[in-house]
């Protein structure tokens, strides 16, 4: 039997690359594949096998709504797969992330409890410019209130 081009695996992965998901493209395609080898199988064992124009009147039976149908039942496949996965690594996923986080506080309290001149320094610095900012905050209060509660009220998002 002579080879002739066939558009599904490109129909396939192409609608299943569009939605960033070619995954589901291909285990689609290895769907409409094993539909088709069971089809032509089943003809071997009754004892007439498929001739070429059998084969293209079974490509154009495959309408689009087969074609979805086999993307759902991937999409399904793909999802209970990455969930299964999931569950069954959960804990080394934990491990793992749970470690990297452990790595990173322990690197950041050990960088900030060095006491050294440079955190005196930006303490005392932050220290000052929160009194400054007090001060001016009181006497703008103080001379006007109006400007303040409107700004208040221009912040407040509305309740709804």
């Known amino acids: ?5 066939n558009v599904f695996f490109e129909r396939l992965t192409s609608r299943a690359e569009e939605r960033n998901r070619p995954i589901v493209g291909m285990v689609a395609y290895y769907f ?7 089809y032509c199988t089943a003809r071997a064992r ?8 059998e084969l293209r009147e079974y490509h154009a039976r495959c309408t689009d709504t087969l074609l979805e149908s086999l993307e759902n039942t991937a ?12 569950l069954e690594n959960r804990h080394r996923i934990m491990q793992d992330v749970l470690g990297d ?4 506080l322990q690197f ?7 006491f050294s001149r440079g955190f005196w320094t930006g ?7 929160t009194f400054i900012l007090v001060v001016l905050t009181m006497v703008g209060a103080y001379l006007y209130p ?3 509660q409107a700004f208040i009220k221009a912040i407040t998002p509305p309740v709804r």
């Open 32 to 38: 409409y594949k094993k539909m088709k080898a069971e």
């Open 75 to 86: 999409n399904k496949v793909v999802m209970e797969y990455g969930e299964t996965y999931l």
């Open 108 to 114: 950041r309290f050990s960088e900030s409890t060095k």
């Open 123 to 129: 303490f005392s610095s932050s220290l000052f410019a």
């Open 101 to 104: 986080m452990q790595k990173d």
């Open 146 to 148: 109006d400007l303040i």
């Open 1 to 5: 039997m002579q080879n002739t081009y």
């Open 46 to 53: 009754a004892g007439s096998p498929v001739t070429l124009d």
